[in-house]
DNA sequence: GCTAGCCCATGACATTTGTCATCGAAAGAC
DNA sequence: GTCTTTCGATGACAAATGTCATGGGCTAGC
């Protein structure tokens, strides 16, 4: 009997998908969580074998929790599903030592078939996902541009950005304007779409 | 026993949800679609009495095949279920005729409550979005405001969108400036933001 | 020890944006 | 028939933004 956890902040679609895993006679759901620090407390009090996590949740998202777990709970394997999968968070993802990571249009099936296969110590992930990340490459932006650009996606002025971050406005404009030439955007706001899209921020 | 025709763009859910519907005694799931003109030939085909559509899917929208579905079957009752509850969202399905609106974090049994209320000719409408929707007020943009807020949205210059709705650049920024103004907001793409947070565009 | 890359800053400049006043045409309300 | 609202446009001005050159401090690699 795999013994699973459920992370996702939609309670409905936690309990379907529960509903869903419990059907398959090998899996049972001892725990479901609706937010980041839920899974983490339910995961060290119950040590389930497979973590399902969703990747965006409120606080603490799906990646985070899901590198804590590897660190705290080795022998607890864990993978992400999500609603967007974009080329930027599967890496992240692969990096904090995840071992699935699907798209929710994948059928029922497949999810079971995926927790099977990462609990006896395989990997898998979503073709389709794995193309558009090998092609779509690396973040272009350092650190720094990042963290700008985040704080930008809101629609803020230069100077709130520079007050938030803690810079002079010049400094934010210089990072800004190099974060648009490495996304090849013709301003800023382009340039969060396009980040946006690659997973970048 | 109750026909449902259940609508939603990721598998997952949708099967998940299915699975869920399935346990109870008097609810049958009839029929599954992916896009909104599946579940509209679907609901032709098949007349189910109730109608469980998500709001956002690709091509034609939740609350367009809630409009068709009301026009075209009367007899089938339809309900919306989703991951962004909108006030302006809420309001348009209404109008479109819909009897039940739920944010996907309600729990399993809510699901199955409000499907037999719909059913048996009742509405149901999540309190907290209600709520929203009526201190939200209507959407103070005109037609006009909304295309170009719109347009805007993708970060584009106002010499693009000035040509993408066939209109002087400088009646653009009247319209930009008149949507930043009644949006409170402190440039175009913060008033993108706050209408897109409110379901106005 | 040199070099490269990132971090942070300043100043100057051209361009884009936001705002406002003003105008005319068309449509709907009274 | 007049009033109001919306749509569309222009011109002008101030403010914000995008770009570039330049410089210093810091760290990591060779």
Known sequence: MIRILLADDEHLIRGAMAALLALEDDLEVVAQAATGEQALSMARALRPDVAVIDL???????????????????????????????????????AAGVRGFLPKT?????????????????????????????????????????????????????????????????????????????TGAANRHEAVRIARGQGWI
Chains 1, 2 share one sequence.
């Open 56 to 94: 965006q949740m409120p606080g603490v998202d799906g990646v985070s929790v899901a590198r804590t777990l590897t660190d705290e709970l080795p022998g607890c394997r864990t993978m992400i599903v999500t609603s967007h999968g974009r080329p930027g968070h599967l890496k992240r993802a692969l």
């Open 106 to 182: 994948v059928s029922a099936d497949v999810l079971a078939t995926v927790v099977r296969t990462i609990h006896s110590g395989g990997r898998y992930v979503d073709p389709q996902l794995a193309a558009e990340a090998i092609s779509a490459g690396d973040s272009p932006l350092t650190p720094r541009e990042a963290d700008v650009l985040e704080l930008a996606a809101e629609g803020a002025p230069v100077e709130e950005i520079a007050r938030r971050a803690a810079l002079s406005p010049g400094t934010v404009r210089n990072y800004l304007s190099s974060a648009v030439g490495k």
